[in-house]
Each structure stands twice: as C-alpha cells, then as structure tokens.
C-alpha cells in the first residue's frame, strides 16, 4: 500500500531498484552519494522506509536533490545533507545505510572512515560500480557478514549489489571477493557472464606478465593461473547443474 501523503509512485532503472529490493523495511534510511535523491524517493514512495536521509558530498549534488524532494512533496520525510560520507550522520538515527554507485576502492574508503557509524546502523546495501573485491574484503576484514547478494544487467554492463549485516565475518577467497560468496554458493542466472569477464580480466593481466622479464612477475602469474583453474572449476560445477 502506498504510504499516507505519498502521491507518486517513483520507477528506478534495474540496477538501482536491485539495490533497493536488498533494502528491509525500516524506520530510517541514508543514502551516501545521493545524486538525485532517486534511490530515497523510491524507497518511500514503496512504503519501505518511514524517513530517509539523503547526502551528498558537494552543494551542487545537494541542492539537486532538494529540488527533486521538493517536486515530490516530500521534504518532511527525506532530508537532504551536505556531508562526507558517513560523517553526515549521527549514531543511532538510521538503520540502514545504502551506497551506491561510486567505486569499489570509494566505498571501502567511506566505511573505513566510519567503521563505528556503519555497524551502529547494522546494516549495509553496497553497490560499487567497479571492484567489487575491495567491498567484500573491507567486510570480511572488519566482522561484517554477507547476507545477500544480487547481480543485475544494466545498458549490457554486470552490477553486484551487497547486503551485509554485523557478525560472523569469514576470510573470502579471491574468487570470493570478486563474484560473491553468497552469488557462488547459491547460484545465478547471470553468474556465468559474471566469471566470464573475470577469466577475461586475469588472462588480459597474464598475457601482459609473460612478456616481462622482470622476476618479481613469476609469484604473479602462478596466481593468476591459480584463479583461472578455480574459475574454470566453477564454471564446471554451474554447468553440470
């Protein structure tokens, strides 16, 4: 049911409305990197979060999303900050923190710098645009637990989205950090596509590595080829499913 003083019902493009179903039903959400606030918009407009608080970094940024709040009428509901990062938000006021479409290396960073603010609100939805395994690595590192995992085909790109709650944190392999615990062990249907374009990435890197001479190389390469055999392991196992 639409919420009460809700008038529009907001349409997000696939990869960020696979963000959002990864998104529980909450009092207060915050969305870092807002953009256009669309992700916020959305989110109400579902009926799946009370209040949400959108941020960004830049006045710009920040001003375009107010006026999208505003045209919407719905400025009692998001509010609009200028922050970095996690830093825009004080402890205990949101429960779900989102970020999404920055890269990998970005998102890692941010919740470095607010390690204590993140696991105050419990849970995470993390959508990087590249380098996903600089994501998962920052959670297995820091005791974060990977709940959920989604894979989405955007203008004929692949996307990762990650919910990730506090607790029961393991070492991921690298093949882990890359594709996703959770998308390996249950499966997907764009999984395949997804080890594609990783087996692409290490053989480009290898191809490149065989025409040096320089020692240090030769540790490189065995590793490579080491995430090659395993990829093509996986690869196997989907298939014979």
């Not at 049911?1 to 009092?27: D, Y």
């Not at 080890?195 to 191809?207: D, G, K, N, Q, T």
Request: aromatic share 4%; hydrophobic share 45%; proline share 4%.
């Amino acid at each position: 049911m639409q919420p009460e003083g809700v008038n529009t019902i907001f349409s997000l493009h696939p990869r960020l409305k696979t963000t959002a179903g990864l998104v529980p039903v909450t009092r207060c959400v915050a969305d870092i990197g807002t953009d256009h606030a669309l992700l916020p918009l959305y989110l109400i407009g579902r009926g799946v979060a009370a209040r949400a608080i959108a941020v960004e970094k830049k006045a710009g940024p920040a001003a375009a999303a107010r006026r999208a709040v505003a045209a919407a009428g719905l400025e009692e509901r998001i509010e609009v900050r200028t922050g970095d990062g996690l830093a825009a938000l004080s402890a205990g006021e949101v429960q779900v923190i989102v970020i999404a479409g920055l890269g990998g290396e970005t998102i890692a960073a941010i919740l470095e710098a607010g390690a204590a603010t993140a696991r105050d609100a419990g849970w995470l939805v993390l959508q990087p645009m590249n380098r996903a395994a600089f994501v998962r690595r920052w959670l297995a590192a820091n005791g974060w637990r990977i709940e959920a995992e989604e894979l989405v085909e955007e203008r004929k790109r692949l996307y990762q989205a990650i919910a990730a709650a506090p607790g029961g944190g393991r070492e991921l392999s690298r093949l882990e950090e890359e594709a996703g615990p959770v998308l390996l062990s249950r499966g997907h249907p764009l999984l395949g596509r997804l080890l594609e374009s990783i087996e692409a990435r290490y053989r480009y890197e290898l191809e490149g590595l065989y025409h040096s001479v320089r020692e240090e190389t030769e540790a490189r390469k065995e590793e490579l080829l080491e995430r090659l055999a395993e990829i093509r392991r996986v690869t196997a196992r989907i298939c014979n499913k």
